[in-house]
């Protein structure tokens, strides 16, 4: 049974640093074809892909975000850390971690519940 | 890279069969057969519906269906039941080698 959480702060202020990890059970990122995601969703709009990293550590950011956006993974604590940084206002969202792998190689197939984010001062 | 089109709403009565469309380039939705379909209910994380265009994951009700032409993709849902109002998002490949969504569907059941 595949199972992913969010964890990390529900307030940050401006200019900061936000740090989430995803930890997850059921799989190992270490396999072929397995990748984590992060997606995020602001307050009453739409769904927001901003990274993934694979199994072989092959990484891939939103082309807008890449800048201020790192994926890391630690496959002995079998956990994915999405850092961002210069957190703004507008960054206030639902961030959600998925899985990658049962579905094909792009479908997120499991998603954790995800953790609302808000940046305020 | 752009948000993939979707109309913002769509509606059907219990029993019909209504469809999404989801319009992208030959950079994302038309250049590859990675297309994925989402269905989020309020408050609730999203749900895999269809992968790779067509495909279902097990457990997902034969009623959901999708398909591709050219830069646009389509979700069908038949027998349309009030279980299916919610909001369906469709995501693509794209060149860059990144995942891109679209704006969002909501579906209204009346």
């Known amino acids: 049974q595949i199972t992913l959480k969010e964890s990390g702060p529900t307030l940050v202020k401006p200019t900061q640093t936000l740090t989430l990890t995803c930890t997850f059970s059921g799989f190992s990122l270490t396999t072929s074809g397995v990748g984590v995601g992060w997606i995020r969703q602001p307050p009453g709009k739409a769904l927001e892909w901003l990274t993934l990293i694979y199994w072989n550590d092959d990484k891939r950011y939103s082309p807008s975000l890449k800048s201020r956006l790192t994926i890391t993974k630690d496959t002995s604590k079998n956990q994915v850390v999405l850092t961002m940084t210069n957190m703004d206002p507008v960054d206030t969202a639902t961030y959600y971690c998925?899985?990658?792998?049962?579905?094909?190689?792009?479908?997120?197939?499991?998603w954790g519940q995800g953790t609302l984010v808000t940046v305020s001062s | 890279q752009s948000a993939l089109t979707q109309p913002a709403s769509v509606s059907g009565s219990p029993g019909q069969s209504i469809t999404i469309s989801c319009t992208g380039t030959?950079?994302?939705?038309?250049?590859?057969?990675?297309v994925s379909w989402y269905q989020q209910h309020p408050g609730k994380a999203p749900k895999l519906m269809i992968y790779d265009v067509s495909n279902r994951p097990s457990g997902v009700s034969n009623r959901f269906s999708g398909s591709k032409s050219g830069n646009t993709a389509s979700l069908a849902i038949s027998g349309l039941q009030a279980e299916d109002e919610a909001d369906y998002y469709c995501?693509?490949?794209?060149?860059?080698?990144?995942?891109?969504f679209g704006g969002g569907t909501k579906l209204t059941v009346l």
């Open positions: 995501s693509s490949y794209t060149s860059s080698s990144t995942l891109v």
């Open positions: 030959s950079s994302d939705v038309g250049g590859y057969n990675y």
């Open positions: 998925a899985h990658i792998g049962r579905a094909g190689l792009t479908a997120q197939d499991y």
